[in-house]
């Protein structure tokens, strides 16, 4: 060896570092011997130059193979005693085991690191679901509390209202009239609907007093405040319907209806139903058949009927009034020219209607839905061909006359035709 100083082989007790210093100083062996003293030829001998050379060249490649195969030899001594070194066998076991308890110790925090997680989540869930268990308790509480709480003001509620009931009528409704005592039942009935209990319960202190002027007094002011409540509030609404309907004419979406144009529209939106085709360009035709100074198209009418049904409650009302207040004013002018005596009390045995057929030959009040039923089953079982159809049909209907009856069916058929002309109409125009 060219280094004189060869490490020892050492001991079973010998650190790895030295055995591994050990190995690698035979491993990398460097000797020195050349195998000179084994040429088989001296190169002396050559004749001449090149044969020299030649014996050189032999001698060197001999010396090379012969190095090459002494360090196989000292190699596969080593790597024989490396192999079976009970150090490194011990020192390999131990590293993999090392490796091995790595592993484990990886695998084993990534599961606590799981387990924890779950636990965790668990955890949260059941807090969360705890919660929600007591929030859902509470609610039911509160609403059973609640539901208590209504039952029991209902309660009051309905025994206030019988009580209201019951000393109104114990009272006679504070008038001996007939006609003031109708309108003080209803009167009753709007307060026991509309007041809250502690109205109630205060109107029925002040009733339940034994005079009965004051009784009588506290009934008054109870209904002139219901009355003036219900008038704010229509006026609150229809200020709300003007606002709107200015907005909404400001960007050019609706027309000033008249109430000859409201009437006409209703009565076709009633005579033409949903599912009519091109209802509201029938309709729109319809009224312009009937109001020949309408310029309404079926858009103004769509949009005229949704604010009618949504938020033209109150509209709706005073049309209806309006109307009746018109047949009242027609039906007075009709009573006085027929009884031009003023002041003259009559007892009644008849109803308006009869009394009215009897001395006017007519009833002009509108034909109400009995009538109009009574009128069609008595179409039915007379037909044309029957003799004084027309006296029969009357004889079925106690509160109309005979041109009452033919009136009515002359209203009928017209209006059948004006509906067959609004469909015709819009189909040519289409």
């Given at each position: 060896s060219n280094r004189r100083t060869a490490p020892s082989l050492g001991t079973d007790s010998t650190s790895i570092e030295d055995v591994n210093r050990f190995y690698t100083f035979w491993y990398d062996f460097d000797s020195w011997r050349e195998y000179s003293y084994l040429d088989e030829e001296e190169k002396e001998k050559g004749e001449n130059r090149e044969e020299r050379r030649w014996i050189e060249k032999q001698n060197k490649a001999a010396r090379q193979r012969l190095k090459k195969e002494e360090t196989a030899r000292i190699r596969q001594l080593v790597d024989n005693a490396y192999a079976c070194d009970p150090?490194?066998?011990?020192?390999?076991?131990?590293?993999?085991?090392?490796?091995?308890?790595?592993?484990?110790?990886?695998?084993?925090?990534?599961?606590?690191?799981?387990?924890?997680?779950?636990?965790?989540?668990q955890e949260a869930l059941d807090e969360e679901r705890k919660k929600k268990e007591k929030e859902e308790e509470e609610a039911k509480a509160q609403a059973a509390i609640a539901k208590k709480e209504k039952e029991a003001q209902k309660r009051l509620l309905k025994k206030e209202r019988k009580t209201l009931r019951t000393v109104a009528k114990d009272k006679n409704y504070f008038t001996d009239a007939e006609d003031e005592k109708v309108t003080n039942m209803a009167d009753v009935d709007r307060l026991a609907d509309q007041l809250s209990l502690l109205q109630l319960q205060t109107l029925n202190e002040a009733m339940a007093a034994d005079e009965g002027s004051r009784a009588k007094?506290?009934?008054?002011?109870?209904?002139?405040?219901?009355?003036?409540?219900?008038?704010?509030?229509?006026?609150?609404?229809?200020?709300?319907?003007?606002?709107?309907?200015?907005?909404?004419?400001?960007?050019?979406?609706?027309?000033?209806?008249?109430?000859?144009?409201?009437?006409?529209?209703?009565?076709?939106?009633?005579?033409?139903?949903?599912?009519?085709?091109?209802?509201?360009?029938?309709?729109?035709?319809?009224?312009?058949?009937?109001?020949?100074?309408?310029?309404?198209?079926?858009?103004?009418?769509?949009?005229?009927?949704?604010?009618?049904?949504?938020?033209?409650?109150?509209?709706?009302?005073?049309?209806?009034?309006k109307a009746f207040e018109n047949f009242e004013k027609n039906v007075k002018s009709a009573n006085v020219q027929a009884n031009p005596k003023e002041g003259v009390v009559s007892e009644r045995f008849e109803s308006v209607g009869e009394q009215q057929v009897r001395e006017q030959g007519t009833n002009p009040a509108p034909w109400s839905p009995e009538e109009q039923k009574l009128l069609e089953q008595a179409l039915k079982s007379y037909p044309a061909s029957t003799a004084d159809r027309w006296d029969r049909i009357s004889e079925c209907i106690s509160t109309r006359s005979k041109k009452d009856c033919m009136k009515r069916y002359k209203e009928l058929v017209e209006m059948v035709k004006a509906k067959k002309a609004a469909q015709d109409a819009t189909t040519k125009k289409k």
């Open positions: 150090r490194v066998i011990r020192y390999r076991e131990e590293e993999k085991e090392k490796k091995e308890a790595q592993k484990r110790a990886k695998k084993e925090a990534a599961r606590q690191k799981a387990l924890e997680e779950e636990r965790i989540k007094e506290a009934f008054s002011e109870a209904v002139q405040e219901l009355n003036k409540q219900i008038e704010e509030e229509k006026q609150r609404h229809l200020e709300a319907l003007q606002k709107q309907s200015g907005g909404d004419n400001s960007q050019g979406s609706k027309k000033s209806w008249s109430e000859a144009e409201i009437q006409c529209m209703i009565k076709a939106v009633n005579l033409f139903p949903a599912g009519t085709k091109e209802r509201w360009e029938v309709i729109a035709n319809f009224i312009h058949q009937h109001v020949p100074t309408s310029n309404k198209n079926a858009k103004d009418v769509l949009h005229k009927a949704k604010e009618l049904q949504k938020n033209d409650v109150f509209l709706k009302q005073n049309a209806d009034k």
